[in-house]
T-cell receptor, first 114, second 113 residues
Framework: DADVTQTPRNRITKTGKRIMLECSQT?????MYWYRQDPGLGLRLIYY???????NKGEISDGYSVSRQAQAKFSLSLESAIPNQTALYFC?????????????FGPGTRLTVL | AQSVTQLDSHVSVSEGTPVLLRCNYS??????LFWYVQHPNKGLQLLLK??????LVKGINGFEAEFKKSETSFHLTKPSAHMSDAAEYFC???????????FGTGTSLTVIP
């Protein structure tokens, strides 16, 4: 079984709809991240969380919110989706005890906003 | 400030020939450096990482990278390309002990039979 899972894997929605993307991990890591990937731009950080009570904005947090429901779960919400939020979204985890800060990625969620 | 520049957005090589994917970085602190690979419709997989130990780092699938502080480079190489190496490759920098990753824009590798 995959250590980092994301649901759904694909989602098509309409402008103005509320969307939640979910991430779960079995690695026991305390740090979790949400990124979006756009062609030619690499990955950009949306939000990150170092533990259940810690939430931090990343480079492009506008239009997004997150919830860390448990150490193993980190959800990303789009309160009112817009077409330029069409992208590939990745969740990642890392371990505070790993000084290299290696991140482990989920398989991604492809979101299309019409 | 941290940033990563991948010097080529696309690289094409023939099967069996060497691969060179170039990466330059800037970092205010001693960095950790990573290469990740993304195959079509897949997530990101760690290829290798540099964390202030040996400057020549060996990764999976025959890839390696050399950290050159004087040149602020961390180029990825492989002696002989295989068809299965066709993918998107990302160079990533993180300040050592820091808390964020900074991604390059990616290099798409095509392997020609």
């Amino acid at each position: 079984d995959a250590d980092v899972t994301q649901t759904p894997r694909n989602r098509i929605t309409k402008t103005g709809k509320r969307i939640m993307l979910e991430c779960s991990q079995t690695k026991g890591h305390d740090r979790m991240y949400w990124y979006r990937q756009d062609p030619g731009l690499g990955l950009r950080l949306i939000y990150y969380s170092f533990d259940v009570k810690d939430i931090n904005k990343g480079e492009i947090s506008d239009g997004y919110s997150v919830s860390r429901q448990a150490q193993a779960k980190f959800s990303l919400s789009l309160e009112s989706a817009i077409p330029n939020q069409t992208a590939l979204y990745f969740c990642a985890t890392s371990d505070f005890g790993d000084s290299t800060d290696t991140q482990y990625f989920g398989p991604g969620t492809r979101l299309t906003v019409l | 400030a941290q940033s990563v520049t991948q010097l080529d957005s696309h690289v094409s090589v023939s099967e069996g020939t060497p691969v060179l994917l170039r990466c330059n970085y800037s970092s205010s602190y001693s960095p950790s450096l990573f290469w990740y690979v993304q195959h079509p419709n897949k997530g990101l997989q760690l290829l290798l990482k540099y964390t202030s130990a040996a400057t020549l780092v060996k990764g999976i699938n025959g890839f390696e990278a050399e950290f050159k502080k004087s040149e602020t480079s961390f180029h990825l190489t492989k002696p002989s390309a295989h068809m299965s190496d066709a993918a998107e490759y990302f160079c990533v920098v993180s300040p050592l002990g820091g808390n964020q990753f900074y991604f390059g824009t990616g290099t798409s590798l095509t392997v020609i039979p």
